[in-house]
């Protein structure tokens, strides 16, 4: 573990009965690295960020979060650490800033701090509704406020996107680069593989209790050397045609689309150039679905 490491996790193991919930977990995080524990229902990652963070117990295996051990529980390490639970836990009937300011509270945080946190998730003009009257993504914004209210060096967030619309996840997004922008380690699960690609540093995914796969999301869909899909208006080129082109591999058409396989793209768009046919047309590369696809023979399901 080098100094500039946030978090190890070594080999951690966790059962529920005789289900394997997390068998044989072991990931790094560096100092200011956004990174995203990725799977779908019922993966291990809940379970893997709760062991992290020093809220569980493992069976077995280690974890060093800012270089101490976060279980048993690890009274220094609270004002470092920021956690944002799946299911968040609001004062009742208090207002948005109230809520800030009762968590804030607990570390001594001032009212500018406070005011600085409602700017930051967006929240300024509804400081003053109470909590029960915010939209789900405020609701959101505003839990993740309370995990970074007292300025910690590393946030964990259990799904902060699910169950919001697609606006609203947008939205959170700008929220967390901003966060990610002023030097804090983001720890984060999802189910939404196409969000960890445009937030992650590096992601982990994670299946049935495994992670089998980790690295920049980028790199692990330009590992997969996946073909690019060139997608035409069905009628905009004859099959036939299309197959005959410099670097098409395969060639498909249903109802609405032509569907051209290559991995060479550029004389292939060239030659799609030369017949008129650039209008309307739609290039695929492979996405972290393909790479799920690939690592465990099943079409990824959130
Ligand atoms: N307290 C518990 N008792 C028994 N089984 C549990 C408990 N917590 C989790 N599990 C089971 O362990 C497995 C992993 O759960 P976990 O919540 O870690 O997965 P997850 O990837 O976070 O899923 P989700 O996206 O649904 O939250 C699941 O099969 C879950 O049903």
Not at 144 to 156: G, Q
Not at 187 to 207: G, K, Q, S, W
Not at 221 to 236: F, N, Q
Not at 260 to 267: D, G, L, Q, V
Request: proline fraction near 5%; charged fraction near 25%.
């Amino acid at each position: 573990m080098t100094t500039s490491t946030a978090l190890a996790v070594t080999d951690i193991h966790m059962s529920y009965g005789d289900l394997r919930a997390v068998d044989g977990v072991s990931f790094e995080v560096a100092e200011g690295e956004f990174f995203g524990i990725l799977g779908p229902n019922g993966a291990g990652k809940t379970t893997t960020l709760e062991i992290a963070e020093g809220l569980r117990e493992p069976d077995s295996g280690t974890v060093r979060l800012l270089g101490e051990a976060p279980w048993p529980r690890n009274l220094a390490l609270l004002p470092k650490i920021g956690v944002q639970l799946q299911a968040s836990a609001f004062f009742e009937k208090l207002t948005a800033r109230e809520q800030l300011e009762t968590f804030g509270a607990l570390y001594g945080v001032t009212s500018a701090r406070v005011d600085e946190m409602l700017e930051l998730v967006g929240l300024s003009d509804k400081a003053s509704t109470p909590e029960a009257k915010l939209s789900g993504g405020q609701r959101q914004r505003l839990s993740i406020a309370c995990a970074l209210v007292h300025d910690p060096d590393i946030v964990f967030l259990d799904e902060p996107t699910a169950a919001l619309d697609p606006q609203a996840r947008r939205n959170l997004w700008d929220v967390l680069r901003e966060v990610q922008a002023r030097g804090k380690t983001i720890v984060y699960t999802t189910h939404y593989l196409d969000e960890a690609e445009v937030l992650c540093d590096r992601v982990a995914i994670m299946d049935r209790g495994r992670i089998l796969a980790m690295d920049a999301p980028a790199r692990l869909v330009r590992d997969l050397e996946a073909a690019t899909r060139v997608i035409l208006e069905r009628g905009a080129l004859a099959p036939d045609l299309a197959r005959a082109l410099p670097g098409a591999d395969q060639v498909a058409q249903d109802e609405v689309s032509l569907t051209i396989s290559t991995r060479t793209p550029a004389p292939l768009l060239a030659a799609l150039a030369e017949h008129g046919t650039l209008d309307g047309l739609q290039v695929r590369t492979a996405t972290l679905e393909d790479v799920f696809l690939e690592l465990t023979g099943r079409e990824y399901r959130a």
